[in-house]
């Protein structure tokens, strides 16, 4: 079993739908949370930075966790065609100990 | 955020040849530097954690001799591939993160093409 599950996709959505991206994992010692977007050819952008359990919100963007059920989630709002991109989920258990990432999920958001 | 770059973005080489990679953190000093792998469609894979003043600490299945990870400075890392072949043709990315962070900031990638 993997560390971390991502749902590679391909998600399609229209523009303006909302968006949920999920990730699960098995290691709970990860306490620290982020999500990365990623647009062909280039490399990771980190959109979220999370540690504790609940939502964080910034724009468009919330990242929810839930450490109970290891369980997290980013949900973008309004969705644009700009967004279309891979979506990579990433943890760790902090300090400089290694950080573990999803293989990421395809979105398009169709105009 | 932080600011992390990386030269070439773009590589081609024959086989047999070395290549070196630069990974610069631009706007921060970075005591801990990341060198990933990624493949087509596919997620990153951590290749070795490089520390400044000290060597890399290399992940398993990565040829520490092939992969050569020099971090000389707080804002400098080199991964130099020895001795190319066209199985390492892909996208190497380089990370860093700022002193007493976790979240890491990525460079934008160097696509290896090994001829």
């Known amino acids: 079993q993997k560390e971390v599950e991502q749902d590679p996709g391909p998600l399609s959505v229209p523009e303006g739908a909302i968006v949920s991206l999920n990730c699960t994992y098995s290691?709970?010692?990860?306490?620290?949370f982020m999500w990365y977007r990623q647009y062909s050819r280039k490399g990771p952008e980190l959109l979220m930075y999370t540690y504790s359990s609940g939502n964080k919100e910034d724009g468009r963007f919330t990242a929810q966790v839930d450490k109970s059920s290891k369980y997290i989630s980013l949900f973008i709002r309004d969705s644009q065609p700009s967004d279309s991109a891979t979506y990579l989920c990433?943890?760790?258990?902090?300090?400089?100990?290694?950080?573990?990432f999803g293989t990421g999920t395809k979105l398009q958001v169709i105009p | 955020g932080a600011v992390v770059s990386q030269h070439p973005s773009r590589v081609i080489c024959k086989s047999g040849t070395s290549v070196k990679i630069e990974c610069r953190s631009l706007?921060?000093?970075?005591?801990?530097m990341f060198w990933y792998r990624q493949f087509p469609k596919q997620s990153l894979m951590l290749m070795a954690t490089s520390n400044e003043g000290s060597k890399a600490t290399y992940e398993q299945g990565v040829e520490k001799d092939k992969f050569l990870i020099n971090h000389a400075s707080l804002t400098l890392s080199t991964l130099t591939v020895t001795s190319a072949h066209p199985e390492d043709s892909s996208f190497y990315i380089c990370?860093?993160?700022?002193?007493?962070?976790?979240?890491?900031?990525f460079g934008p990638g160097t696509r290896l093409t090994v001829t």
């Open positions: 990433a943890m760790t258990p902090g300090g400089y100990q290694k950080v573990t």
């Open positions: 290691n709970s010692a990860f306490q620290y």
């Open positions: 706007d921060f000093q970075a005591t801990t």
């Open positions: 990370s860093a993160s700022e002193p007493g962070t976790t979240e890491q900031y």
